[in-house]
């Protein structure tokens, strides 16, 4: 069952910036860490950020690492990743998932990025 709602995607030029948010389906829940994660066309999904609940404790892959800030509101239950000076190689479908991955994740749609001239 799909649990998550990514959204903020887009085409953005090499050195633009991006919010993307995330919204959790189920209001009951209540996900302690939660991440980003990006799959690049072809390729598996890999962790961009992840997050504690009080939002005190982060990661950040060092492909992005200074580039991306990855955030959560508690009480609306979402989770945000705000990326700046992007280039071609952060073009991919982004999505939010719990952390660490469960065995079977149930990836949502997520939100694809492109960056382009």
């Known amino acids: 069952q799909v649990q998550f709602a990514e959204s903020g995607g887009g085409l953005v030029q090499p050195g633009g910036s991006l919010r993307l948010s995330c919204a959790t389906l189920?209001?009951?829940?209540?996900?302690?860490?939660m991440a980003w994660f990006r799959q690049p066309s072809g390729k598996e999904h890999e962790l961009v950020a992840n997050?504690?609940?009080?939002?005190?404790?982060?990661y950040y892959a060092d492909s992005v690492k200074g580039r991306v800030t990855i955030s959560r509101d508690n009480t609306k239950k979402e989770l945000y990743l705000r990326m700046t000076n992007l280039t071609p190689e952060d073009t991919a479908v982004y999505y939010c998932?719990?952390?660490?991955?469960?065995?079977?994740?149930?990836w949502g749609r997520g939100t694809q990025v492109t960056v382009s001239s």
């Open positions: 998932y719990t952390f660490p991955l469960p065995q079977s994740p149930a």
């Open positions: 189920d209001r009951t829940a209540n996900h302690y860490f």
């Open positions: 997050i504690n609940w009080a939002g005190d404790v982060t």
